[in-house]
C-alpha cells in the first residue's frame, strides 16, 4: 500500500469505512521508542518464567476470545470468519509452544569440560519493530511476538494501515497477559515513518511480513545501519500433480490451497503444474472446484470465498490476469470484478501462460489460478523451480522416489508432500530467492532475535549451575 494510505477501517465487503485513526505524531512515536528501550532493560533481565506465564496468559486470552477476535479480522480486512476464528486459536498454539518450550530451548549449551570449556547462550537484542501485513492479521504479529519477547526482547508493531482495530486489539491483550508497559506497543503510523525508526539507535532489528517492495525498503534502511532483519515476502508457490497421485484429494486440496483467506495468503497454491497425462481430467475437476465455491459476506458461516481485502488489490490482480489472457494464456473460468458491493473478484482459472507474461513470473494476490502442464517429472521440476520466488511448495504423488526428488530439489522453505502448504509452531517457517530470509516458528524463530554468544573459561574457572 502507498504511503498515502489512511489509517482505518474500511470494510472490504462493503466498502463502508467504519472507523478512521490520526497517525502518532513524532512526539508520541519518541515517547513509545523511549518506553521501549526503558521496558527493555528490565525485561531482559526478567525471570524466563514469568515471561513464560506471560506468553502463556496471552495464548489463553487469544482462545477465550476468538470469536470477538475473528470478527475484528473479518471487518477489517474481508477474511471469512470461520477461517478467522481459526486464526486467532492457531495464534494460541504458537503462544503455547513457546511457553511449554522455551526453557529447553533457552537453556545454556555446554561444551567441552575443564579449561577451554564453554558455554553457548542466547540474549535479546532489544527493541525489536515488527513491520506486519493486514492478510493474517493476528497471526503474522504473534508467530513473531511469541518468540521474540519470550527471548526477552521488546516488540513495537506497526501493523499494516488498514487493521487498526487488530492491531490495538494485539497491544490490549499484550498488556491483560501481563506483559510489563512498554514491552508491546502499537504505534499508528504509515510506512513512510519506518525508515526514521530504522535509524534509530535505540531500534535493534526489525521484521517484515510482507511484498517483495517492502522487502527491498527496510533491508536496505536496515542495512545501512547493519541492523539485523527478518524478511517474509511474497510467493508463487508451485503445486505439482503426478499420475500417480490421489487425483481427487490433489483437486479438492488444490481448490482449497488456492482460496484460502480469499486467495490472498503468501503460501497459498498458485502455480498448478499437472503432469501432460492427467492435465485434462486434473483441469476439467479444478475448473468445477473453483465455480462451485460459495462467494458471499464473510460474516456468513457459509462463505468459502469473501472480498479481496481492498479495491486496489482487485485492479492490481484484474491487471495480472487480463495482461496474461492478452499475451495468450488460455481463460478458463472468471476473469472480472464482480458485479456487487465489496472488492470483490470471480474465482479464476488461467492456463498456459506464456513465458514472462505476469501469471508466469508475478505473485497473483487473490482467487486466480495458473495451470501449466509438466512433460515428466524433470520439466515439472523445472517448471516449478523457474521463478524468483522461494517460499513454499507441494507435490503429490504415491510414489517414494519422486516424493524424494521433489522433497530435495523444490527450491523453497517448505516442502508439502500430498498436502498444501500450511505452517506449524514446532516447524521453522521462511523462504528463500525474492521471498526472503530468516525463519520464524520452532527454536529457528525463537534465536532470530538473540545474540547467540559464546562464553569459553580458561585459568581454572569454572562454568556456573
Ligand atoms: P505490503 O504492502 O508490503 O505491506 C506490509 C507492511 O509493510 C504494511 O505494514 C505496510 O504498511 C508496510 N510497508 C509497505 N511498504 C513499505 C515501505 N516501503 N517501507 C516500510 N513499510 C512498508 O504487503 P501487504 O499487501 O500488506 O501483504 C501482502 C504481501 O505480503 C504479499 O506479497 C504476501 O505474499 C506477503 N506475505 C508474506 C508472508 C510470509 O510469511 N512470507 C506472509 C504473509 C504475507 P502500510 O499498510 O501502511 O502501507
Redesign the pocket.
Known sequence: ???A?P?ATINPATGETVRTFAAYDAAEIERRVARAAKAFVAWRSTPLAVRVAAVRKLGELLDAEKERLGALMTLEMGKPIVAAVEEAAKCATACRYYADNAAELLAPRRIGEGDGAGEVIHQPLGPVLA??????PFW?VVRFLAPALTAGNVGLL?????VPQCALAIEDLCTRAGYPDGVFQTLLI???A??ALLDDERIAAAT????????R??GA?AGKNLKKTVL????SDAFVVMPSADLPKAIKTAVIARTINNG????AAKRFIVHQSIAEEFTNGFVAGMKALRVGDPADRETQLGPLATPT?VDELHRQVTESVARGAKLLLGGTKLDRKGAFYAATVIADPPAGSPAATE?L?GPAAVIFRARDIDDAIRIANDSSFG?GAAAWTRDDAEARRFGLELEAGTVFINGMVASDPRFP???IKN??YGR?LSSEGLYEFTNTKTIRVGGGITLSE
Do not use: D, R, Y
Request: glycine fraction near 18%; charge should be negative.
Open positions: 500500500m502507498s504511503t494510505t489509517i513491520v506486519m501485513p493486514w492478510n493474517f503474522q506497526k501493523h499494516s494501515s488498514n504509515g510506512s513512510a519506518v525508515a517484515l511480513t510482507g511484498s517483495e517492495g517492502a522487502g525498503s527496510i534502511a517474509e515476502l511474497g510467493g490472498q495468503s503468501c503460501i488489490l505473485e494476490f517460499l517457517f521462511g523462504g521471498s526472503g520464524e
